[in-house]
């Protein structure tokens, strides 16, 4: 017997927007990259009219020598369990991926899985998505469904202020744009965050909204997301706690 789970859609959202997290190339030629620092970053979600979703999204940023990196985000709630991973090497401010995975599980909800392996020497990822092969030739600074957000991340903290990425993803090329539009002071329990406000960019008659604030003073972190769907529903993630490497 076939039962609808309500929470379904709105949970599969929160998913694609914590872990896979905002008109130049990620080109480092001209610009003075700080090194990457370490963090632990603790997530919490709502929807519209605050409703709980019950989880935590938990991001890590780790150094496992000879300039290899690993970015992982592990989301779990009563409704399912999301791991997305990537591991790369950072070379003059740029994220240079070489293997990623995302695997979604839960009650109720098909197992969703993505597998990347990025060979530059030959030039060519190989992957597959929900069972369905597939080989890519490689473009200049490509990125990953979840590398581009560090890059974000390390281009915001660089000064650049508009940005767009050529993102692999099941298969395909995404162009992503996003651009700083304001700046903006946020309260959290009783601190005052003084942040930059970004904006993925779209189309001009697009009824959906991407909006992200990263705080400076803790690294550029992502503090707050908040998307509005088409139907006005609103989804919502909020920084709950982060320790960052010294």
């Known amino acids: 017997m076939h039962t609808d789970n309500p929470h379904k859609p709105r949970f599969q959202l929160w998913a694609a927007l914590i872990a896979g997290m905002i008109a130049l190339p990620a080109s480092a ?18 929807m519209s009219k ?7 999204g938990v991001r890590e940023l780790t150094d496992q020598g000879n300039n290899v990196w690993l970015y992982r985000t592990d989301v779990d709630s ?14 003059d401010g740029q994220v240079i991926p070489l293997r990623y995975r995302y695997h979604l599980s839960g009650f109720l909800i098909k197992d969703r899985k993505q597998s990347i392996d990025f060979d530059w020497q030959a030039g060519i990822a190989t992957g597959s998505y929900r069972g369905d092969k597939f080989e ?3 473009r200049d600074n490509t990125l990953d469904p979840v590398g581009y957000q560090l890059q974000l991340h390390q281009d ?23 651009a700083v539009i304001d700046e903006d002071s946020l309260s959290d329990n009783g601190r005052t965050m003084n942040t930059l406000k970004a904006e993925k960019v779209r189309d001009e008659d697009s009824k959906r909204q991407t909006l992200m604030w990263f705080d400076p003073a803790r690294d ?9 769907e088409p139907d ?3 989804y919502e993630l909020k ?7 010294d």
């Open 220 to 228: 550029y972190l992502l503090v707050r997301l908040l998307q509005v």
């Open 232 to 234: 006005g529903s609103e």
């Open 239 to 245: 920084l709950k706690d982060a320790t960052l490497a």
């Open 50 to 56: 605050g409703v709980s979703l019950n989880g935590e």
């Open 29 to 46: 030629a001209d610009v003075d990259y700080a090194p990457l620092v370490p963090y632990e970053a603790r997530y919490t979600a709502s």
């Open 78 to 91: 009563f409704i399912a369990d999301i791991n997305e991973s990537l591991i790369f090497r950072w070379e």
């Open 156 to 178: 915001l903290k660089a000064g650049k202020r508009d940005v767009t990425y050529q993102v692999l993803d099941k298969g395909d090329y995404d162009d992503d744009r996003f």
């Open 136 to 138: 890519v030739e490689l």
